[in-house]
C-alpha cells in the first residue's frame, strides 16, 4: 500500500478557479432539509462533483452559517446557490432553465436508480426533501421523473445526506466523469 496524501498533493482548484471551472449538468435541491449539517453536506458534495449549484428551499438554512460550514468545510463559498422560499417555485424556474426535474423519493411508479439512464445533452435537477417527510407530494407531481434508490435493509430511507452522494455519484458514474 501507498503512503497517504498531503492535502497539498491533491491538485484540488482553489476557490476562484472553482468558480471559474465547467460545471455539470445537474443541480441540486434542498427541499425543507431542516439539518444545517445536511445542507452542509449537501455543498461539500456539490463541491466534490461540480454540480451547478445547490438550490436551497423553505425551512432549509442558507449560508452563512457556523452549523453549514463545519460540513461544508467552505464548500459554500465555491458552489453557486439560490434560495427559494417555496420549492414549487424553485421548481418552476428550473423547468424555465429547461431542467429535467427528478425527485428523490420513494412513491407509485419510481424508477430505481440502477435503471436510470440520464441523457447527456439534458440538464437535471435533483430534489432531496425533509429528513422526516420526504419530498413535498406538490413536488412529486410537478416531477418529470421520481427516482428511488434501491434499499435492501429493515430501514426505509437513507439519511438524505447519504441520498445526495449516492445519486450525484451514480449520475457522474453514467455521464462523463471528466471535465
Known sequence: ??????????????????????????????????????????????????????????????????????????????????????TEDAVMWLKEEGYIIVSVEQAEDSVMLDAFEPLSDKKYAFVFGNEVKG???EVVEMSDIVLEIPQYGTKHSLNVSVSVGVVIWDMVLKGNRKL
Open 1 to 86: 500500500m501507498g503512503r497517504k496524501l498531503a492535502n497539498s498533493e491533491l491538485g484540488r482548484l482553489t476557490v476562484e478557479e472553482y468558480r471559474q471551472s465547467e460545471k455539470r449538468n445537474f443541480v441540486v435541491v434542498m427541499d425543507n432539509v431542516r439539518s444545517q449539517h445536511n445542507v452542509g453536506a449537501a455543498f461539500r458534495t456539490a463541491d466534490a462533483f461540480r454540480a451547478g449549484m445547490v438550490v436551497i428551499c423553505g425551512i432549509s438554512a442558507v449560508p452563512p452559517s457556523p452549523e453549514i460550514h463545519k460540513s461544508a468545510l467552505g464548500a459554500e463559498f465555491s458552489v453557486d446557490w439560490k434560495y427559494f422560499k417555496k
Open 135 to 137: 419530498v413535498l407530494q
